[in-house]
């Protein structure tokens, strides 16, 4: 396991930094992303009995061999299948929303250690791994088909997924967010998702600021640093 964020002797609850959500520090965020590398990463956990399976007649879901994964390009024209079909599958897992042979959504889990490039938003100074507790599962890579938002896919994908986690004896669910994906954030706490955690990360011309704010609730689980952290290798 490599460094992680030491909440033993920390016995707080996560105060989340006001200013930081304003329209004017995602402008500033937006602008950052722009000059730089940033990340905002918004830390999430919700308890599976609280997410409950919608009705669905019109689509169908079902779990998608890893193996296949490079089919979901055709819902996600972007998706790096590459970096997605050598995962353990005793780990790892795809769940989708079909209609025939169309995927409109889809959405991966995983348990364990969950490497940094599958916690980032696409560069590899902010990979940000977790290391869960064998009761909490990973929520990550979730995308709904543009011609298909609005549908409540993604809710619908969550619900049942967690109906096969929880019989897995899985009883938590985590998941990071970033701060300027607004809509992903408002249906995470519609489904019953707590904000326990933030981390930032910001690295311009050669100057690097890094923080973490994390709530003691969020153990056993751990958090890992960034690996763009200066400090990661000099922490045990």
Known sequence: MGAVIDLKNDEKTFQPRVWDRSRLYRLWYRLLRKVGTADRSLLMTCDISRLVPLASDD??????????????????????????HSLDSGRFRCFIIEDGEAILAYLWVGVGDIPPEHNSNGHPWTGLPLYLSEDTAYLFSAYVASNCRGRRYYQKLIGNVAT???????TKIVLTTDLQNTVAIAANLRMGFQLIGETGFTSIVGVRNVWYNVASSFLPNQLGRYVGDRSHAKLK
Do not use: G, M
């Open 59 to 84: 689509v169908s879901w079902r779990q998608l061999p890893i193996e296949d994964s490079s089919a979901l390009t055709q819902c996600n024209s972007i998706f790096d299948w590459n970096a997605f």
């Open 164 to 170: 096969f986690l929880s019989d897995a004896r899985i």
